[in-house]
């Protein structure tokens, strides 16, 4: 019975996020997409358990999220090196949100 009511509520989470994305501003003012564009229903996609939607909508998705969830950990937790671990992974994963970007700007 838990299961049902869980897939029921992740059902409809679903179609709200479906129905109630926000949309780009850049994208709406200069008709080019900005870096970020598809993050929303590559989100989704990976909400639903499709991992390869999820990837060919927005590369930058899981690292994105990882880069969220480890912010909170990191300031939630005493590290020694936590400014340090946090630098590298915004060096890391801004620059793959770019080749990204680079690569679906110029290459597809």
Same mark, same amino acid.
């Given at each position: 019975m838990f299961t049902i009511f869980i897939f029921c509520s992740l059902i409809n989470l679903v179609d709200w996020l479906q129905n109630h994305l926000i949309p780009c501003p850049f994208k709406a003012?200069?008709?080019?997409? /900005?870096?970020? /564009?598809? &993050? =929303?229903?590559? &989100?989704?996609?990976?909400? =639903?358990g499709d991992l390869s939607k999820s990837w060919s909508l927005y590369p930058p998705t899981i690292p994105l999220l990882f880069l969220f969830i480890s912010t909170v950990l990191l300031y939630r937790f005493q590290f020694k090196k936590r400014s340090f671990i946090f630098k590298i992974l915004v060096l890391v994963i801004?620059?793959?949100?770019?080749? /990204?970007?680079l690569q679906k700007m110029f290459f597809s």
């Amino acid at each position: 019975m838990f299961t049902i009511f869980i897939f029921c509520s992740l059902i409809n989470l679903v179609d709200w996020l479906q129905n109630h994305l926000i949309p780009c501003p850049f994208k709406a003012l200069t008709g080019i997409d /900005c870096p970020g /564009c598809g &993050f =929303q229903r590559s &989100f989704i996609a990976l909400i =639903q358990g499709d991992l390869s939607k999820s990837w060919s909508l927005y590369p930058p998705t899981i690292p994105l999220l990882f880069l969220f969830i480890s912010t909170v950990l990191l300031y939630r937790f005493q590290f020694k090196k936590r400014s340090f671990i946090f630098k590298i992974l915004v060096l890391v994963i801004g620059n793959f949100v770019m080749i /990204c970007y680079l690569q679906k700007m110029f290459f597809s």
